[in-house]
């Protein structure tokens, strides 16, 4: 078994648009999606990410207020998830509530070991 990153990219301004109920029916899919993985120990980590924040440059000698992401490209949250291979990644990613909204998509990245035992 793998981990993989999925990073769950557009859909904001949909959302938004979603009245409060809407919202609030919107969330309980995720919370049962995410809770089907968690169920198969499939899901290992995962957040929604503020929308503002900070983008450090130079080491520090420049921090800019962002990120300045147009809209399918906001990354608005992250799950980690375990899986045999990128393929059954992808297939898991598939009924991600996310796909409710055009222009939405998840970036499925697989997360590689580093042995920091070895210099």
């Known amino acids: ?3 993989f990153l999925y990073l ?4 904001e301004k949909a959302y938004q648009k979603l009245s409060q109920e809407e919202k609030q029916a919107h969330m309980q899919v995720w919370g049962k999606w995410m809770g089907g993985l968690k169920e198969k120990g499939q ?3 995962g957040l929604p990410l503020a929308e503002d924040g900070k983008v450090v440059h130079k080491k520090g000698e420049l921090v800019t207020n962002g990120p300045f992401a147009e809209g399918a490209e906001v990354v608005g949250g992250y799950l980690i998830v375990s899986a045999k291979d990128i393929d059954e990644a992808v297939e898991m990613s598939k009924a991600c509530p996310i796909f409710d909204y055009d222009g939405s998509f998840v970036e499925v990245r697989e997360i590689i070991t580093m042995d920091h035992d070895q210099h």
Not at 8 to 11: A, C, D, P, S, V
């Open 1 to 3: 078994m793998s981990n």
């Open 8 to 11: 769950f990219r557009g859909g």
């Open 43 to 45: 899901l290992l980590d």
